[in-house]
């Protein structure tokens, strides 16, 4: 070798050198993907684009790993109004968002190209159900290398069809010009949907210095109400039924006052956020009635119980009206052309009366309520009684919030209780929790099943780390057991039945808690006596194993 000439290259060193990962992908004719010249507007753009999207009222990003996402994370942590939470799992990530949206902050997502923004798509279909927005920032490969094989690199755009309309591709390099198109798409977006932003990065993958081009966000055009004001007279005593989320706005007081003047009855859910509410505990019942009311008025989602959701059916069937109010009052399933009162629950409500002033009695004040329960029940209703009025509940899609919703009666537990019933998924059950957790900053529980634990366990971690002290219990009966219940079970083997549908994990409980490094305690029904204790001292995240596989 000659003094001072550089060493000779392999023919493979040669190859990478030439080929650095965005050049062997040949651009297509026009246009050179090594052009650094737009890297100042690139820049800008994504500083703009942040800025924009904290006009629009965004608090918080949660942030994924990944290189291609760089400047959206950088130009992040550079305003200092934003919170930045970091979770490595996307899916994990969208759920925690999700909680954080529950808990009345306004969260965003980054993620990295390829798979990685794929992974939000359960917490988005929940997020659509329950009129939850968010924003989503998916990094993306320069739009040149798609469908052209180039590595982490797939179409991106639409990909959250049909659970999110809103969709834009905002190309950082245009600057100004692409902002102010940014600023229409946002203005002609309602603050209530879900946005998904999609955005092509080149190389180098950093921040230039320089202030961001102030594009002003252009106001939302102001939405007629569209709220039906006409009294309506209801006639005969009824029943309301509240669902989860039934309560979003403050409701409580004008229900309460609804129902005494037309003498009907309310079947409450737990998460419909209304069941302990003092001035409505003597109008509930935990059971429907055997009188068919007059009308039905249902608020929050369709109900969970089966003997609820039986009654309205065999209700329909006889022809009695139910009517939806609120949010979700148009959906349904039972009767396409059903009447609903869209809007606010509250205004509604006051439009809503007795044919006259004279009170009515239908039911009278509870019966079904006081009633003895099973010895599992009973270890629900002592869970329940353990945790503070104001702290946060949160349960499990499945059997926990069936069963907690059968065995403790108004006036027990949490007030506020949350439960994602959109698409009723066992999925992100954990990671929603921790995100709930951390935008109320109040101690947190969360019942889940089994399965439902080892889904999100990875969520676990999300837990340790959390600030606020989450109680996670799980309801062990030895796999999905709602199964149990299946109309077909009595027709297919024990064995497929168990290896299809139970699907039992029999993971060691206690070694779960030791991996996340979480204080452990097992309770059997009839031993409820450590419970009320660990509660009582108990000042971190812990694994609590409500252990009924014995019954
Ligand atoms: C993401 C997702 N996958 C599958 C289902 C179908 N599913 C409903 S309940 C259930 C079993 C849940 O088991 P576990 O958490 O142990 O609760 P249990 O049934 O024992 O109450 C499954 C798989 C679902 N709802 N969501």
């Known amino acids: ?4 000439a550089s060493p000779a290259r392999t023919p493979t060193e040669n190859w990478k050198k030439s080929n650095s990962k965005e050049t062997r992908f040949w651009p297509k004719q026009g246009c050179t993907l090594r052009d650094r010249s737009g890297h100042q507007e690139q820049s800008s753009g994504i500083r703009g684009l942040i800025d924009l999207l904290i006009q629009r009222g ?3 990003f949660i942030v994924s790993p990944g290189s291609r996402s760089t400047p959206l994370v950088m130009a992040s942590l550079e305003r200092a109004e934003l919170k930045l939470h970091a979770v490595a799992d996307e899916r994990a990530a969208a759920f925690y968002a999700l909680g954080l949206r529950q808990g009345g902050r306004r969260p965003g997502l980054i993620a990295t190209s390829g798979s990685a923004p794929c992974h939000w798509h359960p917490a988005l279909a929940e997020a659509a159900a329950s009129q939850l927005d968010l924003i989503l920032l998916s990094a993306d490969r320069p739009v040149d290398l798609r469908e052209r094989g180039a590595p982490q690199t797939i179409d991106q755009r639409n990909l959250f ?5 809103a969709f834009f591709e905002f190309h950082a390099k245009h600057g100004e010009p692409e902002l102010v198109r940014l600023s229409h798409f946002l203005s002609q977006t309602p603050k209530t949907q879900s946005i998904h932003l999609n955005v092509p990065l080149a190389k180098p993958l950093a ?12 106001p939302e055009p102001e939405q007629a109400s569209g709220e039906m004001q006409t009294r309506q007279e209801l006639d005969g005593p009824g029943l309301v039924l509240a669902g989860s989320r039934a309560h979003r706005e403050d409701c409580a007081d004008r229900l309460a006052t609804f129902l005494q003047s037309t003498g009907s009855t309310l079947l409450a859910e737990s998460a419909s956020g209304l069941r302990h509410h003092p001035g409505l505990q003597g109008f509930q019942e935990l059971t429907p009635p055997q009188t068919t009311p007059a009308w039905v008025l249902r608020m929050g989602h369709w109900p969970t119980a ?3 959701r039986n009654a309205l059916i065999q209700w329909s069937d006889a022809g009695v009206p139910i009517i939806g109010i609120g949010p979700e009052a148009q959906k349904n399933p039972l009767q396409k052309d059903a009447p609903f009162l869209p809007g606010s629950i509250r205004s509604q409500l006051a439009t809503l009366c007795a044919p006259s002033s004279e009170l009515h009695t239908y039911l009278g004040p509870t019966r079904s309520i006081n009633r003895r329960l099973p010895p599992e029940d009973r270890l ?4 329940a009684n353990c945790l503070e009025p104001d702290s946060i509940l949160v349960l499990g899609n499945s059997l926990s919030v069936r069963r907690f919703d059968e065995a403790v009666r108004p006036g027990h537990g949490p007030e506020q209780v949350y439960c994602n019933r959109g698409v009723c998924g066992i999925d992100g059950q954990l990671a929603f929790t921790a995100g709930l957790a951390k935008a109320m900053g109040r101690r947190t529980t969360c019942l889940l099943g089994d399965v439902s634990l080892f889904h999100d366990l990875n969520s676990l971690q999300l837990l340790r780390e959390s600030s606020v002290p989450v109680q996670v219990v799980v309801l062990n009966n030895g796999g999905g057991r709602i199964f149990d219940h299946l109309p077909a079970t009595s027709t297919m083997s024990p064995a497929d039945h168990r290896r299809f549908f139970q699907t039992p994990q029999q993971l060691d409980h206690h070694a779960i808690a030791r991996l996340f490094q979480l204080p452990y305690l097992c309770v059997k029904p009839g031993e409820s006596d450590g ?4 509660f009582e001292t108990q000042k971190n995240t812990s694994l609590i194993e409500l252990d009924f596989t014995a019954q």
């Not at 069809?161 to 309309?165: C, E, K, V, Y």
């Open 1 to 4: 070798m000659v003094q001072g």
């Open 58 to 60: 965004v608090t918080d």
């Open 161 to 165: 069809a049909p659970q999110i309309d």
């Open 207 to 218: 921040l230039d210095d320089g202030p961001p081009p102030k594009v002003d966000l252009i």
């Open 306 to 308: 089966t003997p609820w």
């Open 380 to 383: 629900l209703e002592t869970l």
């Open 531 to 534: 419970l009320k204790r660990w």
